[in-house]
């Protein structure tokens, strides 16, 4: 499913126009974009949570020219689904 397809979807079950779904799906993704870049963790109960995990540095090898390289510690954006939210996916449960 694309984003297209999300907005299409909403802008048929709440009868609202493409456009105006579009600018709220976009801005709730700039939000969680924002909330994540200054390191705040995002909440949704029975949805999930968007989080910011740290990598520690770690010792990486260049394989081709058979050296050592030193990746250094950072941040990745990960998320982290809701139990009810794994248990539906687990047992195929259709959410209208």
Partial sequence: ???ADIVAEI???IGLEK???QK?????????KKSL???EN???RGFGSFI???RAEKTGRNISKNTTIIIPAHNIPSFKPA???VEDVKSNVKVK
Avoid: I, P
């Fill in 1 to 3: 499913m694309t984003k």
């Fill in 11 to 13: 802008a048929e079950e």
């Fill in 19 to 21: 456009n105006e779904v």
């Fill in 24 to 32: 709220t799906v976009e801005s709730f993704m700039n939000t969680v």
């Fill in 37 to 39: 870049t200054n390191g």
């Fill in 42 to 44: 995002v909440y949704l």
């Fill in 52 to 54: 910011v995990k740290e």
């Fill in 83 to 85: 139990k009810t939210f």
